[in-house]
């Protein structure tokens, strides 16, 4: 049976030192078993109750699932660019298409849709721990600022290099709402609830049971997010790590047959990962699919070997130091991978 290895229980401890409000949340899926445990600064708590946590930028694989269903329910071109969806937009000026927003080759700034002061604010309050922000969320907004910015910032028809953005992600989402009809905020709680069985994942933060911290322990609220807030494709969903490991699961057997879409590589990345559409590609090996996410105090990894299948997930309500929760989550899939390998190697 499989237990969580010395390194990875070392990276837990670490984590969770000093925090005196953490609920981190590590999770794994073997064998077609979940196993979920929970950790304070104190050692392991009764794994029974169920933490909602915000998972920040996980949330882009989620809109983009939504988007492989939509292609392949032929609703929506890969190809086409996003103004085919978004009629305000000008029709003669050139606008990113489907593939380059789900991939990170847009060519949006990562800084927007802030501007380069708010950007640096928002980075140094998030290293620094997120303390004045409380309960706000920096990141709002709505269409009329979405259209200023997509007219302000123009782009040329070329191949630009990868570069994170919050904002291409969540241009995206807004053309899925167009699609649906319906917004892209209750067309995503539909299609987490109704077609992925997803019942205690959801945009929002308003049924959570979880408060964030910062560093120096101070109480962060949760970050509000609303339908008006056209940023939420990029970050607004909330989630367990049950669920994430329903998603995961999903994933590996393929349940869904749209979602083998985003499991290929579909552009270039960083030097360590290529792009599927929305995932993170190992490039040594692209069976291996990450994702990490933050909000202003909380922390998110979800990682899967589509090939071993197995899965790992980290939750954290404190915005932790830099990678941590990674550094947990590969260390877990690691060791997952590996006695996956020890089984084959002593059955032959």
Same mark, same amino acid.
Request: hydrophobic letters at 30%; a neutral charge.
């Given at each position: 049976?499989?237990?969580?290895?010395?390194?990875?229980? @070392?990276?837990?401890?670490?984590?969770?030192?000093?925090?005196?409000?953490?609920?981190?949340?590590?999770?794994?899926?073997?064998?077609?078993?979940?196993?979920?445990?929970?950790?304070?600064?104190?050692?392991?708590?009764?794994?029974?109750?169920?933490?909602?946590?915000?998972?920040?930028?996980?949330?882009?694989? /989620?809109?983009?699932?939504?988007?492989?269903?939509?292609? $392949?329910?032929? *609703?929506?071109?890969?190809?086409?660019?996003?103004?085919?969806?978004?009629?305000?937009?000008?029709?003669?000026? #050139?606008?990113?298409?489907?593939?380059?927003? =789900?991939?990170?080759?847009?060519?949006?700034?990562?800084?927007?849709?802030?501007?380069?002061?708010?950007?640096?604010?928002?980075?140094?309050?998030?290293?620094?721990?997120?303390?004045?922000?409380?309960?706000?969320?920096?990141?709002?907004?709505? $269409?009329?600022?979405?259209?200023?910015?997509?007219?302000? +910032?123009?782009?040329?028809?070329?191949?630009?290099?990868?570069?994170?953005?919050?904002?291409?992600?969540?241009?995206?989402?807004?053309?899925?709402?167009?699609?649906?009809?319906?917004? #892209?905020?209750?067309?995503? !709680?539909?299609?987490?609830?109704?077609?992925?069985?997803?019942?205690?994942?959801?945009?929002?933060?308003? &049924?959570? !049971?979880?408060?964030?911290?910062?560093?120096?322990?101070?109480?962060?609220?949760?970050?509000?997010?609303?339908?008006?807030?056209?940023?939420?494709?990029?970050?607004?969903?909330?989630?367990? =790590?049950?669920?994430?490991?329903?998603? =995961?699961?999903? !994933?590996?057997?393929?349940?869904?047959?749209?979602?083998?879409?985003?499991?290929?590589?579909?552009?270039?990345?960083?030097?360590?990962?290529?792009?599927?559409?929305?995932?993170?590609?190992? *490039?040594?090996?692209? &069976?291996?699919?990450?994702?990490?996410?933050?909000?202003?105090? $909380?922390?998110? /990894?979800?990682?899967?070997?589509?090939?071993?299948?197995?899965?790992?997930?980290?939750? =954290? +309500?404190?915005?932790?130091? @830099?990678?941590?929760?990674? *550094?947990?989550? %590969?260390?877990?899939?690691?060791?997952?991978? *590996?006695?996956?390998?020890?089984?084959?190697?002593? %059955? #032959?």
């Amino acid at each position: 049976m499989f237990e969580i290895n010395d390194e990875t229980f @070392r990276l837990i401890k670490k984590t969770c030192k000093g925090k005196k409000e953490i609920k981190l949340t590590v999770g794994y899926l073997i064998d077609n078993n979940t196993v979920i445990k929970i950790y304070d600064e104190n050692g392991e708590l009764d794994s029974s109750e169920k933490y909602h946590y915000e998972i920040g930028s996980i949330t882009k694989i /989620f809109t983009v699932s939504l988007l492989s269903k939509y292609l $392949f329910e032929n *609703k929506m071109s890969i190809n086409d660019p996003i103004q085919k969806y978004i009629e305000e937009l000008k029709e003669d000026e #050139y606008y990113p298409t489907l593939l380059r927003l =789900a991939t990170h080759s847009s060519g949006y700034s990562a800084s927007l849709p802030l501007n380069k002061r708010e950007y640096s604010s928002l980075f140094l309050d998030l290293i620094m721990g997120a303390g004045n922000m409380n309960k706000n969320n920096p990141l709002n907004m709505d $269409f009329n600022k979405m259209k200023m910015l997509l007219e302000k +910032n123009k782009l040329k028809e070329m191949d630009y290099s990868w570069k994170y953005s919050n904002f291409g992600l969540s241009l995206l989402g807004y053309g899925l709402g167009i699609v649906s009809g319906r917004g #892209y905020w209750d067309t995503m !709680n539909d299609f987490l609830h109704n077609e992925l069985g997803l019942n205690d994942t959801y945009l929002g933060t308003s &049924n959570n !049971n979880l408060h964030g911290y910062d560093r120096k322990n101070n109480d962060c609220g949760n970050w509000k997010w609303d339908k008006e807030n056209l940023i939420s494709p990029a970050g607004a969903i909330s989630s367990t =790590a049950d669920d994430l490991l329903k998603y =995961a699961k999903i !994933n590996i057997y393929e349940d869904k047959p749209y979602l083998s879409l985003c499991h290929k590589k579909h552009g270039n990345g960083t030097k360590k990962y290529d792009m599927g559409l929305g995932w993170w590609l190992l *490039k040594k090996n692209n &069976n291996v699919m990450l994702h990490g996410g933050g909000t202003g105090c $909380f922390s998110s /990894f979800l990682g899967i070997d589509k090939e071993k299948k197995v899965a790992s997930v980290v939750l =954290a +309500n404190y915005r932790l130091g @830099r990678n941590d929760d990674e *550094k947990i989550g %590969i260390s877990l899939l690691e060791s997952l991978q *590996k006695s996956k390998d020890d089984r084959i190697s002593t %059955i #032959y």
